[in-house]
């Protein structure tokens, strides 16, 4: 939407008398153009949009400072989107102006000969400088969405612009690279090889073939702006209605590896807990400022054997211009080709038999420490350095053994006499003996607990990378003593705990687990390697004397079954939770519908969840879905996950093959979560009975919504009472329609008339046709 400078001057004088921002101080231009007095950065005036969205003018930032900017000017807070010299402040004398060439001028004082601070030089005689409704300013053939500062707006193109910090610091490169770079050409993240085009109004970004979402997508009305920040992520906030701006999508998740957070030679540390990053030293170094560390003692590299190496497992120091790539045979390879440097500052090494080795060298730069690294960086330090790495993780496994040193007295100078020799040979010989076989012993039964993994890695090495093995001490402590108790399921008690490290976890004790150590261990790996979205994820385990744990990612929300079922009436004394709204219940079925597309046909091992409910699908903050309790169908004792025949997974939720003699397929889990796609839409257990005139006996919920959906064509009767309210048929039929014609195909009795699970993610996004699918039965009482 554009404004024209022609617009009617009494239909301006009376939005001016109507609009609540209006100072009677303050004046409001519609236009500025050649016949326009010129305009001091001192005077109280702005130009709106049409519907005054924004504003700009001259902005006070401090005394005798101003920015000549567009800002919201519907909304409490300034939020500043653009400005003409974000960089160089101008003083109380500026002045912008339209010479009568048709130059667009901005000066730091009136005189026509002084330097054009505008960002290009304009010539147009015959334009006005005006400000669209969209938060454009243009004059003549110049506007602000092809000059962008430090932000993107609604419909602003993407393509072939660029973007700066606004401490300029950070860049993103939308013309060619579609990379984020710090000072200027240090990249550090970039959006994939399909480019960025253009951030849309209902919280979608498109790209070229493909398209992502914004957590608040389609929710009308709301106010976007896509920003890089002075920390160098680039973020899209949301205008919420508490009048503040939320954070609804993020392109570097983990802030550690942004280039610049922390200074030379210091690790960045981020806490998942508060979002907050922290730099510290390695061991051998010690604060120098805030963010960077100095060593303590200085290292002597014109000797190779004046120093040693300290291993710090998780921890990074890629992406760095000054390093050197090799192809190690192994690890004392990688070790040499360093010390045989002079300016080798240490190297990375990863531990999978491909000889992946980095030297870093001349500085550390860009440090971050985090358990998704695959590799352990192995710092090089003075012999003299008495300081000991704490950045350890399973490599502490490797130490099986202790070295004992045994000394004997001397005998007396006296005792020469053949038969005290003997004796004294005689004991020696008897505590190496004994010695040895304790030794052997000790070395057979550790022998024994890794011999899984010594097979695969080699004799000689243990992995450092994958899960974290937790003794159970270490659990106990950090669950004090397992005392706050979170949830129960059918693999066992869920408790909440927090690490040494501040993660907050939560902690599954299984039962009836089969297997030993090594086949637990193998299991847990392949489980630990699933990452996704929607996926809880799983940072360590504890397998000891007969003890299985598994510890999780803390999801603080709970399962989507308390927010659905929730029993105690509003503002009662018992907790009553927030009732979701429809967009969140549609970006709630459509997240766990990827998630489980993702175990059925893009893992490496193929998983099937066999427990599908509401219980096991926790919602973050922000309402994110995170699917709980996958892969761990293969962990438990046959007899265990057994009842009434062959049937497994929960009463309710079971699809008809598991009481018959049919195959299991993916099909069984894509039943399930129709059933609970509709107890989304309902807010209701499926197995409760409705108002129906059939008998609760021979009650079947899907039969009888698609009853009330497709026959009686009353959706409303379905509809969760708690919001049914807040239904729009215009906003919200396209959802609900979708979201109940794909739980009428998931639930049909045949395993091969329900669609494959990234079939089912596709009908709910509305990519694919979704035809009026046939009515289900009751199973067992469907024929053959």
Known sequence: MSFHPSS???LLFFFFLLNPFFSSSQKILSSFNS??????????????SPNSTFAAGFLQSSQNSFNFSIWYYKIPIKTVVWSANPNSPLNSSATLFISSSGELKLTLNSSS?????????????????????????????????????DTYLPTQNITGTNLTSGNGKFQFDGSNSNTLFYNGNDSYFTFSQNA???LEETGEVTRVNERFLSSDFGEKGKLRRMKLDDDGNMRIYSFDQSSNWTVVWQAVNQLC????????????????STTQTSCVCPPGFRKDTSKSCVRKIPLMTTNSKA??????????????????????SNFSSCQKHCSDKNDCLGFLFKYDGTGYCVLVLEKLLYGYWSPGTEFVMYLRVDNRENDISNFTGMSSLMETSCPVRISLPFPPEESKTTTRNIVIISMIFAAELISGVFFFWAFLKKYIKYRDMARTFGLEVMPTIGPKRFSFSEIKNATNDFNDKIGRGGFGDVYKGKLSDGRVVAVKCLKNVKGGDAEFWAEVTIIARMHHLNLVRLWGFCAEKGRRILIYEYVPNGSLGEFLFQKAPIGSPDGQKPILDWNIRYRIALGVARAIAY???????????????????????????????????????KEEMMTMSRFRGTPGYVAPEWTKADPITPKADVYSFGLVLLEIVSGSRNFEHHNSKVESDQFFF??????KVFKDMNVDDILDPRIKQSYDSRAHFDLVNRMVKTAMWCIQDRPDARPSMGKVAKMLEGTVEIIEPRKPTIFFLSEE
């Open 35 to 48: 016949k326009s007095p010129p305009w001091k950065s001192t005077q109280n005036q702005i130009l709106l």
């Open 257 to 272: 590896t942004i280039h610049g957070t922390c200074g030379t030679n210091s690790i960045c540390m981020y806490d998942t």
């Open 113 to 149: 000969s002084a330097p054009n601070l505008w960002p290009s030089t304009i010539l147009n005689t015959s334009s006005v400088l005006f400000l669209q409704e969209d938060g454009n300013l243009v004059y003549g053939n110049w506007n602000s969405f092809l000059n962008p500062t």
């Open 702 to 707: 899907p039969a009888w919504a698609f009853d």
């Open 599 to 637: 175990l059925h046909e893009e893992c490496l091992e193929w998983v099937l969840h066999c427990d599908i409910k509401p219980e096991n699908i926790l919602l973050g903050d922000d309402f994110c879905p995170k699917v709980s309790d996958f892969g761990l169908a293969k962990l438990k004792k």
């Open 307 to 328: 120093s040693k190496y300290l291993s710090l497992d998780f921890v990074s120091f890629t992406g760095v211009g000054n390093q050197t790539n090799l192809k190690a």
């Open 8 to 10: 009617s001057s009494s």
């Open 196 to 198: 960025l085009q253009r």
